[in-house]
């Protein structure tokens, strides 16, 4: 790759880095002029595509990718999220399987894995893998946060309230932790616990919807 597609390319890793997946689509075309079977480059137009919420065209992308190169984890799990965002969450389940089969270590593909099994409904395995993200990253907060939505829902309250409490403590400013614990209180029947939460969520985000919205039910 010469100097000028090198750099071409890096505009477009650093446009989806910000945000910016139209602008790396077009730089993406004048790469493909040369290079039409890259599959590295079709993996960044998956990408670019899924951020615009195209996630059937960004299967496509995967599947030509993995047509071309099998090998590495980071294909398998991107087709895995395409899947995923079209809740087609069995066959997601699949693609990270194969991602975590080339790169065990991948703590990408297994907090996918884990929300994959929450959408299916398999709890307790969402939550083995939780655990495993956790054990390196123990300040990782989307996967405490979802920990405790799987926690809530096997009706282990509890240990969902604690582990929302915990993300508090690492951002005080969560509003989504503040928001599940006062939801967590009301699953259980506690409405004066669960009123407190929404009030400290509205605290955190006066234009919190759904807080709104809950605060107005238990006061009705």
């Known amino acids: 790759m ?18 910016r997946p139209e602008k790396a689509l077009k730089s993406l075309e004048k790469l493909f002029r040369d290079s039409p079977d890259n599959p590295a480059l079709w993996n960044l137009k998956g990408i670019a595509l899924g951020m615009l919420g195209e996630h059937e065209e960004s299967l496509g992308c995967y599947e030509r ?75 990782h907060i989307l996967t405490m946060l979802n920990m405790g939505n799987a926690l809530a829902a096997l009706k282990q309250y509890d240990r969902a309230i604690a582990t929302y409490l915990e993300i508090l403590e690492i951002c005080p400013e969560y509003p989504d932790a503040a928001y599940n614990i006062g939801h967590t209180y009301e699953e259980q ?32």
């Open 2 to 19: 010469n100097t000028r597609k090198a750099y071409t390319a890096a505009t477009v890793i650093r446009d989806i880095q910000r945000g």
């Open 65 to 139: 990718v993995l047509a071309s190169d099998p090998s590495p984890a980071v294909y398998w799990n991107n087709k895995g999220l395409a899947l995923q965002n079209l809740e087609r969450y069995a066959e997601a389940e699949k693609m990270y399987l194969q991602a975590l089969e080339r790169e065990p270590e991948s703590l990408e593909a297994r907090y996918n894995l884990a929300n994959t099994l929450q959408s299916l409904g398999r709890y307790e395995e969402a939550l083995t893998y939780y655990e495993k993200v956790l054990d390196f990253r123990p300040d």
């Open 189 to 220: 029947g506690n409405q004066i616990q669960a009123a407190d939460w929404y009030r400290r969520t509205l605290a955190i985000d006066p234009n919190y919807h759904h807080a709104k919205e809950q605060l107005t039910q238990l006061k009705g």
